[in-house]
């Protein structure tokens, strides 16, 4: 299903390729669909991929192709097909094989560490693509590994993680954390009582112990990419 903004950015973006021949940047979407910052654009475009309605040109600038369109946006009805929601545009899920796509591209936010902590996550405005294989429900980003804080769980400096937005992980979760709102690293999580503990899985370096007010969970590690 399309959320009344996915249709919108969706139409938008087919209106302009009939137009010109080419997709729109993202400062345009931003400004046609009235949103504050290009990440809302980055969460919609990764959502109407996910949704086999739009599909993204790896390594070329502004080469967004829509796939196929939704007839209307849905008024209230109960034919086969359409929502009962009027905010919501059916999609085609499992349908056919053919409409999954295979690869998805998602946002590059930066490097993290897998060590001492760096600045906040920042929007590169690059791409990488990953098997849809490793995607799970919800919105996915992926950062790049900096650091060996973590080589005994298998990530390794150089590698891209593939990580689901998320705000809260349970015991034992690899997660991206943002600490006192400007550094963020990947790392295990345990909590107890009032206290959060981010470990790291490389005997070399130690706990860093936290109160709750301190750390704000960015998402969980779905998976890794690595290039030889």
């Known amino acids: 299903m399309l959320t009344r903004k996915q249709h919108e950015l969706l139409m938008f973006i087919h209106e302009h390729l009939q137009a010109t021949g080419f997709s729109p940047s993202f400062d345009e979407m931003k400004v046609g669909l009235n949103l504050k910052s290009k990440s809302g654009i980055h969460r919609l475009i990764s959502a109407l991929e996910e949704r086999g309605f739009l599909r993204r040109r790896a390594h070329r600038a502004r ?16 034919q086969i097909g359409v929502s009962d929601n009027p905010n ?13 796509p295979s690869i998805v591209s998602l946002p ?11 600045e906040a996550l920042r929007d590169l405005g690059k791409f990488i693509d990953v098997p849809a294989s490793m995607i799970s429900v919800g919105e996915h980003y992926v ?10 769980a ?12 998320a705000d809260n992980a349970q015991n034992g979760e690899i997660v991206v954390a943002l600490i006192d709102n400007n550094e963020v690293t990947i790392k295990r999580i345990r909590k107890k009582g009032n206290s959060i503990a981010l470990e790291p899985a490389n005997r070399a370096y130690e706990a860093r112990i936290f109160g709750p007010d301190r750390i704000e969970v960015q998402g969980k590690l ?6 030889y």
């Open 63 to 78: 080469a967004l192709e829509v796939v196929r369109l939704p007839s209307a946006l849905p008024k209230q009805t109960n």
């Open 88 to 100: 919501v545009v059916q999609g085609q899920f499992g349908r056919s094989s053919v409409d999954k």
């Open 108 to 118: 590059l936010f930066g490097r993290v560490a897998a060590g001492t902590p760096i």
């Open 143 to 152: 950062l790049e590994i900096s650091g060996d804080s973590m080589i005994e």
């Open 154 to 165: 298998g990530i390794v400096d150089g590698d891209i993680a593939v990580i689901q937005r």
């Open 222 to 227: 779905s998976g890794i990419l690595r290039w």
